[in-house]
């Protein structure tokens, strides 16, 4: 599976934006798949990530209220919508899918296919 990620940019804070994550190559409806973001001079942090059936999400509890993971079987897709951005959300966002289990995973060790990343800047 490649993945393919989209849409991060510079914005203010308050703002919104709307991460694209692309899969092709593989059976990616059977896949969970997920949301990590890595900040300068930090780890890498799980962000969202949302099952197979699209029935179960889990959060990072700084973004929840904020973010909503989606998935859009038809074409091969999942997004990040991304409201009320802080300054602190500033980090390049990587989609990475798990094809090993249907349930969404926080652990980066779980997900074997990553997105290239996409800069999400948020200004104060």
């Known amino acids: 599976v490649q993945l393919q990620a989209s849409g991060g940019g510079l914005v203010q804070a308050g703002g919104s934006l709307r991460l694209t994550c692309a899969a092709s190559?593989?059976?990616?409806?059977?896949?969970?798949v997920g949301w990590f973001r890595q900040a300068p001079g930090k780890e890498r942090e799980f962000v969202a990530a949302?099952?197979?059936?699209?029935?179960?999400?889990r959060y990072l509890d700084s973004i929840k209220g904020r973010f909503t993971i989606l998935r859009e079987y038809a074409k091969n897709t999942m997004y990040l919508q991304m409201n009320n951005l802080k300054p602190e959300d500033t980090a390049v966002y990587y989609c990475a899918a798990d094809p090993r289990t249907s349930i969404p995973s926080a652990g980066a060790t779980a997900y074997d296919f990553w997105g290239q990343g996409t800069q999400v800047t948020v200004s104060s």
């Open positions: 190559g593989g059976i990616f409806s059977n896949y969970a």
């Open positions: 949302i099952s197979w059936s699209g029935g179960s999400t």
